[in-house]
Structure formats: C-alpha cells, structure tokens
C-alpha cells in the first residue's frame, strides 16, 4: 500500500536520521517540511540521496518576528535548489496576530519569488488567515506554473470553495478528519486534490508523536468516511501526489 506524508517536520524529531531511514525502509513518500531556512543545508544534505523523501525550504509564520529580513535573505538565498516550500503562510491566531502585517510581507515576498523561479511546490499554513492566504495567492503565484498544498486546512465552506475554484490541493491528517468541521470540509474538497499529512511530531498517536507511516490511521479514517476500502484511498492519493508532482515538471 503506497503512502503519501506530504507534511511532516522530520527535523524536529530526536532521532531525525532514524526515522528518515525508516520513511525509506517503509517505501513512505514524504515530504520534510522546515521552519526556517537555516536549517535547510542539512536536511537537503540528508535527503539528499533518499528515493521517498524530499526536503522543502521553509519560513514558518509563527517564527516570523523582528529578524524576519534576515530569515527572509537566507531562504532567498536557497530557493533556487528547492523544488519543494513550506512551510510558510500566515497565522492569524491569538498568539500570532501582532506579527500579522510583517507575517503578510514575508508570505507576499515568498510567493513572488516562487513566482519568478516557477516549478514550486507550496506547502502552505492558513490558521485563521484562509482569505489572507488565497488572496495573496490570487494575485501573486500563477498556479499554472507551481502548485499549492494547503496543509490542514480549516478555513470557511466559502474559503474552501474559492480554494477549489483556484486549483490548490489540500493534506489532511486524522485529527482533522475526527472533528465535525473536518469531515464537512471533506465533502467540499475534490479527491484529485486530496493528500494526506501527518504533521509529526506535533500531532500524536498512541501517547507518541506520529510519525509517516503513521498517515495510515488517515487512510483509514478517509475510507470510513467514504466507504471504501484503504487500498483504494491509498491508490488515490498516491496518484494524486504522483500526478502533483509530474504537472509541476511540466509546467
């Protein structure tokens, strides 16, 4: 059965090279977000050689503060080896909101530069900033030459129909299929841009942090919901990632 984590922060795990061996072992199609750019030349240097794992050059919102132009000239400064981004976006929750305007330029900026280059992969962070986020998008990042993945998504029904409307993809992870939001957010979104996610090591399984080939337990809870059986949800979606991947070459 072919598995797609297309999230997870496999850097953030005490044992980081563990587990990426075993995302290989294990045949996990995964996709190694960052927090911040300066972390980049070593997970590129690991993934470097893998066959199922592949690094994304991220500027996440949350860290997003008074050293943002310095962050933001470092990830300019690696894009050109990235085929993958994220993670990046807006956060507009409690927390967050007082960076928000430094949090929009930096998001702005980012995706004028994918924009320039082309051939990206977007994985993007949207908490309480749906319209904020697929604004930017809108006006900033032709999707006909990168493509975005909105990871957890949990904007509007209007946001996810705009979202639709202007061809993004969205990752989903069991948390989010387990809450009545999420599996009514799922009826509005396309299979042929479903993915799935794990956000490891932030979410959690059995007491320990999830890791890829945990994305199973979303396999699951898809075929469930949808009355199907894993292998087919499984065939899906990694047709689906295999699919993302090749019209973003060809674009």
């Known amino acids: 059965m072919p598995l797609i984590d297309s999230h997870c922060h496999l850097d953030l795990y005490p ?12 045949q996990v199609y995964t996709l190694a977000v960052t927090t911040t750019p300066r972390a980049w030349p070593r997970n590129l240097e690991l993934t470097a050689d893998k066959q199922y794992v592949n690094a994304a050059l991220g500027l996440h919102p949350q860290l997003v ?23 990046v976006g807006i956060d507009a929750g409690m927390n967050f909101s007082h960076t928000l305007p430094v949090q929009q330029k930096v998001f702005r900026r980012i995706l004028e530069l994918c924009a320039e280059e082309g051939n990206k992969i977007l994985s993007v962070h949207s908490i309480n900033s749906a319209r904020l986020v697929l604004d930017l998008i ?10 975005v993945i909105l990871h957890w998504f949990t904007g509007t029904t209007t946001e996810a129909k705009r979202a639709v409307e202007l061809g ?9 299929l387990e809450t009545q939001k999420g599996k009514a957010l799922l009826d509005l979104l396309p299979f042929n841009k479903l993915l799935t996610e794990t956000d490891g090591p932030f979410i959690q399984q059995n007491g320990k942090p999830t890791e890829p080939s945990g994305v199973i337990e979303t396999i699951r809870l898809l075929a469930s919901i949808k009355r199907t059986s894993p292998n087919s949800i499984s065939q899906i ?8 991947s090749i019209e973003n070459n060809n674009s």
């Open 168 to 176: 993004c993809h969205f990752s989903v992870n069991h948390k989010m």
């Open 138 to 147: 809108e006006e900033v990042l032709p999707l006909d030459k990168n493509k």
């Open 65 to 87: 503060n008074e050293t943002w132009q310095d962050e933001l000239n470092i990830w300019e400064k690696y894009l050109s080896q990235a085929k993958y981004v994220g993670e």
């Open 15 to 26: 044992n980081f090279v563990e587990i990426l061996e075993r995302c290989e072992e294990k």
């Open 237 to 244: 979606i990694f047709e689906n990632f295999m699919k993302l």
